[in-house]
T-cell receptor
Framework: GAVVSQHPSWVICKSGTSVKIECRSL??????MFWYRQFPKQSLMLMAT?????????EQGVEKDKFLINHASLTLSTLTVTSAHPEDSSFYIC??????????????FGEGSRLTVL | AQTVTQSQPEMSVQEAETVTLSCTYD???????LFWYKQPPSRQMILVIR??????QNATENRFSVNFQKAAKSFSLKISDSQLGDAAMYFC?????????????FGKGTRLSVIA
């Protein structure tokens, strides 16, 4: 149980276009999901916290108009990179908080999505 | 804010030997979780081991064990009988236990190489 899936796993787009990345909890309802960004050989940096039915909470320095997050259902959060530029190229990973019955503090991760902007 | 520090950017170990990865953290909270995650070249995050701060006993998962020193805010990972498949990035992570809507805070990671 507690499987999180991301799609697409790899996307290449032209500069100026928008790209949507999906994060789904497959076998549980996730009221909260987190989006991280990871540059090569670096750690995971929290971008935003996505709460079902409400606006996302963005970390300082993350442009909310550039990285649109929508958590419209209990199993799906999306990250849209708008007007993408080469500097947006990165690895994006989502994680979901499992139901309260999981008293382990653990978060479950998607497989990640590699974005390359040409 | 909580911070996690991994002071070893890279480590190497001979196959079948033991290696210890270091992690320290800073927090004013008394109730929290600590984790070690493994990230292989596929970049999928894999949970290696977890520790609840209220538990004094060190967590163990097969070849992986931790040395949790709460007063010193230290949480090291020991890998015994190292295998080639253990080669990966290892991230130490912290999460508060006081709220369900909080993320993981990661250290910068340690790249582990296993030498055959």
């Amino acid at each position: 149980g507690a499987v999180v899936s991301q799609h697409p796993s790899w996307v290449i787009c032209k500069s100026g276009t928008s790209v949507k990345i999906e994060c789904r909890s497959l076998d549980f309802q996730a009221t909260t999901m987190f989006w991280y960004r990871q540059f090569p050989k670096q750690s995971l940096m929290l971008m935003a916290t996505s709460n079902e039915g409400s606006k996302a909470t963005y970390e300082q320095g993350v442009e909310k108009d550039k990285f649109l997050i929508n958590h419209a259902s209990l199993t799906l959060s999306t990250l849209t990179v708008t007007s993408a530029h080469p500097e947006d190229s990165s690895f994006y990973i989502c994680s979901a908080r499992p139901p309260s019955g999981y008293a382990t503090g653990e978060l479950f991760f998607g497989e990640g999505s590699r974005l390359t902007v040409l | 804010a909580q911070t996690v520090t991994q002071s070893q950017p890279e480590m190497s170990v001979q196959e079948a030997e033991t290696v210890t990865l270091s992690c320290t953290y800073d927090t004013s909270e008394s109730d929290y979780y600590l984790f070690w995650y493994k990230q292989p070249p596929s970049r999928q995050m894999i949970l290696v081991i977890r520790q609840e701060a209220y538990k004094q006993q060190n967590a163990t998962e097969n070849r992986f064990s931790v040395n949790f020193q709460k007063a010193a805010k230290s949480f090291s990972l020991k890998i015994s009988d190292s295998q080639l498949g253990d080669a990966a990035m290892y991230f130490c992570a912290y999460r508060t236990a006081n709220s369900g809507n909080t993320p993981l805070v990661f250290g910068k990671g340690t790249r582990l190489s296993v030498i055959a």
